[in-house]
C-alpha cells in the first residue's frame, strides 16, 4: 500500500507567500497607482495654471494656523524627520535595514524590492519638481533646494511604506506606518518648507511608486515560480505528483 506524501510549508515560506497577492490583487494595484499618479500630475498643472504656483486657499489657511503655532517640543521631532526623509538615512540606512529586515522574514525577492525605491522615487520627484518649479512657503525654517511641488519626504516615506505594508501584511505595522507619513508630511509643514498641496501630491506620488514596484515584481515572481511543462519525450505534458 503506498502512502500520499504532503508536502507543508515552513511558517516563513506561508509568510512569504502572503507577500506576494494575486494576480487580481496586483492589477488592482496598478490601476491604484495609476488614479494616484494621474491626481499628483494633474494637481500640478491645474496649480499652475489657474494658480501660476501660488497657494491655494487650503495652503494659505494652514501656513497661516501652523506658523501661529510654535512649539519646543514639535522642533526636535520635526528635524529628525527632516533628516529621516532626505541624506544619507533616507538614502542608505533606511534602505538597507528594510531590506535586512525583508530578507530575513519575506525572502530576497522582498529585499530585493526595498532598495531601488529611494533612487526611483528621487527621480520622479525631481522630474516633476523641475516640471512644475513651484515656490516654496516663505519664512522657511532650514535650507532647502529645488521646488516645492511635489514633497519629496513624503514620496519617500509613503513609497517605502506602502511596500513594506504590503510585504509585511499586519495591522499594527500598518497602523505605524500611515502615522509615520502622516508626521512627516506634518513636519513638512511646520518647517515651512511645502504647502499642504505638495503635501498630499507627494504622498500620491509615493503611493504610486510603492504600488507599481510591489505588482511588477509580484508578477515576476509568479512567471519565475510558474509550473513548467515536462519535455514531450517524457510523455505527459505536466508532472504527476
Known amino acids: 500500500m503506498s502512502s500520499a506524501i504532503r ?32 491626481l ?27 506658523s501661529g503655532f510654535r512649539a519646543p517640543w514639535l522642533d526636535g521631532p520635526s528635524l529628525v524627520l527632516n533628516q529621516a526623509g532626505g541624506g544619507i538615512i533616507a538614502l542608505f540606512i533606511m534602505p538597507v535595514i528594510a531590506a535586512v529586515v525583508m530578507l530575513l522574514t519575506r525572502g530576497v525577492l522582498a529585499a530585493l524590492v526595498v532598495l531601488p525605491l529611494r533612487p526611483l522615487t528621487q527621480w520622479a520627484v525631481e522630474s516633476l519638481k523641475a516640471a ?33 505594508a504590503l510585504l ?15 508626521a512627516m508630511g ?31 515584481a509580484g508578477g515576476i515572481r509568479s512567471l519565475v515560480l510558474r509550473p513548467r511543462p515536462y519535455p514531450r519525450a517524457f510523455g505527459s505534458r505536466w508532472p504527476t505528483p
Not at 145 to 153: D, Q, V
Not at 168 to 182: A, D, K
Open 7 to 38: 508536502k507543508t510549508s515552513s511558517p516563513r515560506e506561508t509568510r512569504i507567500d502572503r507577500a506576494w497577492a494575486s494576480g487580481r490583487s496586483r492589477w488592482i494595484a496598478l490601476v491604484a497607482a495609476a488614479v494616484a499618479l494621474a
Open 40 to 66: 499628483c500630475i494633474i494637481g500640478g498643472a491645474a496649480i499652475n495654471a489657474t494658480l501660476a504656483g501660488k497657494p491655494t486657499a487650503v495652503d494659505d489657511l494652514l501656513f497661516r494656523a501652523i
Open 132 to 164: 512644475f518649479e513651484r515656490p516654496r512657503p516663505p519664512h522657511r525654517e532650514i535650507a532647502v533646494a529645488l521646488s516645492s511641488y511635489p514633497s519629496g519626504h513624503s514620496a519617500v516615506a509613503a513609497s517605502l511604506i506602502v511596500v513594506l
Open 168 to 182: 509585511i501584511r499586519r495591522r499594527w505595522f500598518t497602523l505605524i506606518g500611515l502615522i509615520y507619513v502622516i
Open 186 to 216: 506634518y513636519s513638512r509643514l511646520y518647517l515651512n518648507v511645502h504647502w499642504f498641496t505638495d503635501i498630499l501630491a507627494g504622498t500620491a506620488l509615493g503611493i504610486a511608486i510603492g504600488l507599481v514596484v510591489w505588482a511588477v
